[in-house]
């Protein structure tokens, strides 16, 4: 690496307690992987079909449904390929005919490519707003699925979770919230469906995906399985059929499992997502508000109510290279503050999971000064 700045060395006080900031995957707690360790030689190598898995498996159903106070009829779904996966078993087990999207980054737009691509959707209904901002979106009769992200994890921008003026009673409002389920507060009336994979708040790792789904969802899902002929790795019929039983379709990885549920206990014995969530809120007064208050930095979104307190995005003035200051962080163990690589601006992108100390971020942010009043400053 021959980036300036790399051979800037932090002081042992601005090392925060763990370098890992990435938006995902995400830092994962020790005490996790020491439990797990623990656990692996009774648990590690068996029958994902057995009471061993199965059991935890049910901990991730009935800790996800404490987690988000889930309506006693709300149901949770799993399956093997992450979020990415859901949207292609969305397109053919949630969404009956049209679908209408608010895209304002990278992950809510490809969930609309997906339906714009399978051929057997007519052509969704898009809301788009500029990097940075989000759209208002107000229902179109001709949808009856309404795709919103809680958290465009690409620019950090949140979105509240509301149902759009005009849904009627008979439109779902399926939600991705793969970086912000555990860490944003969400009142689960307002959705039908609230997806996400457990590599950003609930620090474990990727693989799987998690759906809390209301009664109307559940109905739609097996309506759509009768009638619609899906691969069956597709096809969220025969997820329900399984998650019913404590297990997925085909085999999950169990390390992923374990994790999950470590860190949805870690939650729920500490408060809930009240105080997940809480931690999260104070992460971004720390960030935002240094930023605000930087010569050099500046939130990306601007708007503060847009501010995602889970993902923030900081732009950094013209003359200070955030590639530079990405790769002394990184050369210091600080990784990933790198932004969404499409997004091509001079910016870090700071991650704010549960797992992740409050006071790390406030490290953080004197660490990067530290590095910003050393690092050649370049005319861009
Ligand atoms: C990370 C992310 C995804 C993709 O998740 P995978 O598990 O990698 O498929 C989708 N949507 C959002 C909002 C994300 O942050």
Redesign the pocket.
Known sequence: MTAAGTSIVLPVDLRPSDGRFG??PSRVRQSAMDMLTAAAPTYMGTSHRRDGVRDVVRRIQSGVAELLSLPADYEVLLGNG????FWDAAAFGLIRNRSQHAVFGE?SGKFATVARRSGHLADPVVAEASYGTKPQLVADPSCDTIAL?H???STGVMMDVQRPPGASAETLVAI?A??AAGGLHVNPTEFDVYYF?P??CLAAD?GLWIAAVSPLALERIEELAAVRIAPATLDLGIALENSRKNQTYNTPALATLFLVADTLEWILANGGLKWSAGRCDRSAEILYGWAESSSYATPFVTDPSDRCRTVGTIDLADNVDAGAVASTLRANGIVDTEPYRKLGRNQLRIAMFPAIEPDDVATLTKAIDYIVERLPHTQR
Do not use: Y
Request: charged share 15%.
């Open positions: 938006s995902g992450g979020t990415t996966l992950f992200t958290s465009e994890t991705d793969t970086s994979a590599q950003k990727g």
